[in-house]
């Protein structure tokens, strides 16, 4: 039972359940760009390139036996036929589609870690700018004591007690 409880504690972490919506939210961004460089960007770059469907590329590693089944010319030419009938073929535009994919993703999360480090930054200037200090430094030993002090807790000087509203 107590192995029961210490998972529950784990499962319902924070963290954990961060980690847990960033898998999901991360695996529904890579459809999104998988869908882009597919849908979108590969169609234009194929078109300029005369035609070339990415996805179809290939290169043929055992031509012979492709004549030895009969293969039409038109057939040579696709990947799907290649591949049903087990002759062995580089898919090299299917590896170029995963490259941009992964280049895609690598920018954006690029700019997202960027973003997030921007915003770190700003965060400590801002609570640095709004604490007021809560030490100051004694004139004769030049430990710092607290703020409200009248003695040093360190020489036991005797403190000037700043006016309300002076700043030290």
């Keep these: 039972m ?24 991360g695996a529904a961004f890579g459809k999104i760009v998988t869908s882009l460089v597919n849908d979108i960007i590969m169609p234009p770059i194929g078109r300029i390139l005369g035609g070339a469907d990415f996805k ?43 490259l941009l994919d992964f280049f895609i993703v690598s920018v954006c999360i690029f700019f997202l870690v960027k973003f997030i480090n921007v915003l770190r930054r700003l965060k400590p200037a801002q609570e640095d700018a709004e604490a007021a200090p809560t ?10 004591v607290p703020i409200k002090a009248t003695r040093c807790k360190h020489c036991t000087s005797q403190l000037e007690v700043p006016a309300a509203g002076a700043s030290v």
């Design 56 to 98: 179809g590329l290939f290169i043929n590693l055992d031509p012979e036996k492709a004549e030895r089944l009969g293969a039409a010319k038109d057939q040579l030419h696709s990947l799907k036929y290649m591949t049903d009938n087990g002759i062995p073929v580089i898919a090299y535009g299917q590896f170029i589609n995963v």
């Design 135 to 144: 030490e100051k430094e004694c004139p004769y030993c030049l430990s710092q």
């Design 2 to 25: 107590k192995i029961i409880q210490e998972f529950k504690e784990f499962a319902v972490k924070g963290n954990v359940i961060d980690l847990a919506v960033g898998v999901i939210i």
